[in-house]
């Protein structure tokens, strides 16, 4: 595909289940970024990867969140056990380069957590 | 780190009116603005960007001014059409090694 892929699109989770959210960015993208946005909010940072290094994950709200890229391109968020405010919409972006250049977005994944 | 602060939270206007929208920064490093658009639903779109190094840059119906003594920037979109109803984002970039920091958003109903 030509854009950032996010799967799946919609995904509900009874608390206290574990979750796993994928995101497939453009081939070639050195720089890969979740985000995590809550309704009618700006989407808030969560962690940043170049190629394979998480380089920030200063924004994950607790460690029951966890990232990786082990390749350098598909990544993976997984929440544990996941609580009612976690419910948002996972935004994940990519960018050709290190930063300052264009982030394509996914259509996100939206979490509902029951 | 890089704060950003967006005014108006939400902006109507009538069809063929101006629009704008602005942002403050907090972080003098940042040297990246770029303005994303959001449909309901949908993913957000680049739709102009700015770096510091320029104080304003246009296309087409939409420009975008940056004062960087000031630490504020601004989109302003001239002759609103009823598509171009959604919430606008600005960001931040301290760095190329630093993710973007979005504004909350600004909500635009252009109305016909």
């Known amino acids: 595909g030509a854009g950032v892929s996010q799967s799946p699109r919609y995904k509900v989770a009874k608390r206290g289940q574990d979750v796993a959210l994928r995101c497939d960015p453009i081939?070639?993208?050195?720089?890969l970024f979740w985000y995590q946005q809550a309704l009618g909010q700006g989407p808030e940072f969560l962690t940043y990867?170049?190629?394979?290094?998480?380089?920030?994950k200063s924004g994950l709200p607790s460690d029951r969140f966890f990232a990786e890229r082990p390749e350098g391109s598909v990544s993976t968020l997984k929440i544990q056990r996941t609580q009612q405010e976690d419910s948002a919409v996972y935004l994940c972006?990519?960018?050709?380069?290190?930063?300052?250049?264009?982030?394509?977005f996914g259509q996100g994944t939206r979490l509902t957590v029951v | 780190g890089e704060n950003v602060e967006q005014h108006p939270s939400t902006l109507s206007v009538q069809e063929g009116d101006s629009a704008v929208i602005k942002c403050t920064y907090s972080?003098?490093?940042?040297?990246?603005f770029p303005w994303y658009k959001q449909e309901l639903g949908k993913r957000p779109q680049l739709i102009i960007d700015?770096?510091?190094?320029?104080g304003e840059k246009k296309d087409q119906r939409i420009a975008v001014t940056l004062n960087k003594t000031a630490k504020h920037f601004s989109l302003h979109i001239t002759e609103t059409q009823p598509e171009d109803s959604a919430v606008y984002f600005c960001?931040?970039?301290?760095?190329?090694?630093?993710?973007?920091?979005f504004g909350k958003g600004t909500r635009l109903s252009v109305i016909a």
């Open positions: 972006a990519s960018s050709v380069d290190r930063g300052n250049t264009e982030a394509f």
């Open positions: 081939s070639g993208h050195v720089s």
């Open positions: 990867f170049q190629n394979e290094a998480q380089l920030d």
């Open positions: 972080d003098s490093a940042s040297n990246y």
């Open positions: 700015i770096r510091s190094n320029v």
């Open positions: 960001a931040a970039s301290p760095s190329g090694n630093t993710p973007l920091v």
